[in-house]
C-alpha cells in the first residue's frame, strides 16, 4: 500500500511561498502567485493521507448481529440440512441448528472461551474447542470461530488467509483455517454475502442467509 500524507509536504511548501514573498513583494504578479500557492495548500490539508485499499468494506451489521436462513451439510457418506437461527456479540454467540420443520437438533452457546452444546434430547456436551466438539457431537465441524467474519464478506483477524476478489472488489474466494469459503452471492444493497460455500476436507457447508439483524 503507498500513502501520501499532506503533513510531510505542508510545511517545506509554505517555508518556500513565505521566502517567495519577501524577495518579490513588489511584483505586480506576486500577489496572484501566493494565492495559486495557497489554493494548493489548501487542497494538500484537506486531502489528508490518501491510501489505495484493497476492497471494498461492505456495509451492514457491525461487531453484533443475528441472521437467520438455511443450512446443508454434506460429511462423508452422511447429509443434512435445515434451519439456522444464530445471534452473535464478541463475547458470546447462541446458534440454533434445526429441522425444515423447525425441530430443534442442536443448540450452540458460547461464552467466551467455553461453548456448550445441547442435542434434541437434551444431552449437554461442553469443550473450549467448537469445531471438535460439533465434529465429536454431530459429525461434521462448525468454524464458529471464523464464521461471523466470513458471513460478513471478510476474513478473520489474526490468521493468514488468501484472498480472492471479484470485479466488484467483493470476496469471491477465501482460505483461511484450513478452510475454502466461496462467496457465491451478495445482497445488491448491503453488499452482504447471501450465499456461501464452506468446504474442508469432507465436509461441505453450504449456507443461505434469509435475514439480517443489526444490534445496538
Known amino acids: 500500500m503507498h500513502i501520501l500524507c499532506a503533513d510531510a509536504i ?3 511548501v509554505f517555508a518556500d511561498s513565505v521566502d517567495i514573498w519577501h524577495e518579490h513583494k513588489d511584483s505586480p504578479g506576486t500577489v496572484a502567485f501566493i ?3 495557497a489554493f494548493f495548500l489548501s487542497c494538500l490539508l484537506f486531502a489528508g493521507c490518501a491510501a489505495i485499499e484493497p476492497l471494498s ?3 451492514g451489521p457491525g461487531d453484533s448481529f443475528g441472521l437467520s436462513g438455511r443450512v446443508a451439510v454434506k460429511y462423508g457418506e452422511e447429509a443434512v440440512s ?3 437461527s444464530w445471534q452473535h456479540e464478541p463475547a458470546s454467540d447462541d446458534l440454533l441448528l434445526s429441522t425444515p420443520l423447525g425441530q430443534g437438533v442442536a443448540h450452540i452457546v458460547r461464552r467466551d472461551a467455553m461453548v456448550s452444546l445441547t442435542t434434541s434430547d437434551q ?3 461442553q469443550a473450549s474447542d467448537v ?3 460439533t465434529e465429536q457431537v454431530l459429525g461434521w465441524r462448525l468454524p464458529l470461530a471464523g464464521l461471523h467474519d466470513w458471513v460478513r464478506g471478510r476474513a478473520a483477524a489474526g490468521a493468514p488467509a488468501q484472498i480472492r476478489a471479484d470485479g466488484s472488489q467483493h470476496l469471491s474466494e477465501l482460505r483461511q483455517s484450513g478452510w475454502l469459503v466461496e462467496f457465491q ?4 444493497a448491503s453488499g452482504l454475502p447471501v450465499r456461501l460455500r464452506l468446504s474442508r476436507e469432507e465436509v461441505e457447508i453450504r449456507l443461505v442467509i434469509d435475514n439480517w439483524r443489526s444490534e445496538p
Not at 452471492?185 to 445488491?188: F, N, R, S, W
Open 57 to 59: 468494506a461492505p456495509t
Open 35 to 37: 494565492m495559486r500557492y
Open 82 to 84: 435445515g434451519k439456522i
Open 131 to 133: 469445531e471438535g466438539l
Open 185 to 188: 452471492d451478495y445482497d445488491a
Open 10 to 12: 505542508v510545511p517545506c
Open 123 to 125: 444431552k449437554v456436551y
